[in-house]
């Protein structure tokens, strides 16, 4: 085996504990796009985005999922996800209960309000369903209403004991590959422009990330009008595939 000079120096790979990898396992589960939330049935408003020519290639539909990202439900849904999260693990309730009804409150359409509360659901039910979690009940009911996607992740992964960063980056990479699909199949582009798209929304999303760590809710808040606009357009589209 070649050795160089300071081989012999450099320090054993840290191994990962079994509760780190448990979780690692969970979260590529949980925010795989075969786990049944529906997400494919969905495209957050790129649907009449691309009827109305604003997306038509790889480079325009990276442009429009940077601004969502960025400045808009992307931002927003990690706020949530990550007060969740923090809520939960303090045992604070009533803050669980507000930010629960919050984010409910926050979706700017009814396709999109149907969108993120089915998914929800489906998230919650399904990782119940096959990992039981002590107390997830109790939490789930503190919430008092609709617990909308990010909410469910938050949540979940909270009861679940997994860190909040690695649950936010792993949702939002499941946020933005199904924003992808959905613009691979609308424009149509190929697998490899597809990969490329995700590839450049890299940084976004370790950026929107770090920025919902550090946010409140009083930070929360979007620029991205236009994507606001398609989800309401969408709901009187005369040919769709999606359902917002």
């Not at 529906?38 to 539909?61: C, P, Q, R």
């Not at 199949?185 to 550090?214: C, F, H, I, N, Y």
Request: aromatic share 8%; hydrophobic share 45%.
């Amino acid at each position: 085996m070649l050795m160089t000079a300071n081989s012999a120096e450099l320090p054993p790979a840290r191994t990962m504990s079994e509760s780190e990898l448990a979780a690692l396992y969970r979260l590529m589960t949980w925010l795989s796009p075969s786990f049944p939330v529906g997400a494919f049935s969905y495209s957050s408003g790129i649907e009449w985005a691309v009827e109305a020519g604003d997306i038509t290639d790889a480079a325009t539909l990276r442009d429009w999922l940077s601004a969502m990202l960025t400045d808009g439900s992307g931002f927003c849904d990690s706020v949530f996800a990550v007060q969740t999260h923090r809520a939960v693990t303090s045992h604070d309730d009533p803050a669980l209960r507000a930010i629960a009804e919050l984010a409910a409150a926050f979706v700017p359409s009814r396709e999109r309000q149907l969108e993120t509360t089915t998914q929800g659901r489906a998230f919650i039910d399904t990782s119940r369903a096959a990992w039981p979690c002590e107390g997830l009940d109790e939490i789930i009911a503190a919430c008092g209403g609709p617990i909308v996607y990010p909410v469910a992740v938050g949540l979940v992964s909270a009861a679940h004991g997994i860190p909040p960063e690695p649950a936010l980056h792993a949702f939002l990479h499941a946020v933005v590959s199904n924003w992808i699909s959905a613009g691979a199949r609308l424009v149509p582009l190929g697998q490899t422009d597809s990969q490329r798209v995700l590839a450049q929304l890299e940084a976004d999303v370790a950026a929107t990330a770090k920025r919902a760590m550090a946010a409140s809710l009083d930070d929360l808040g979007s620029a991205t009008f236009r994507a606001d606009l398609a989800s309401l357009r969408h709901e009187t589209q005369y040919t769709r595939l999606f359902r917002s």
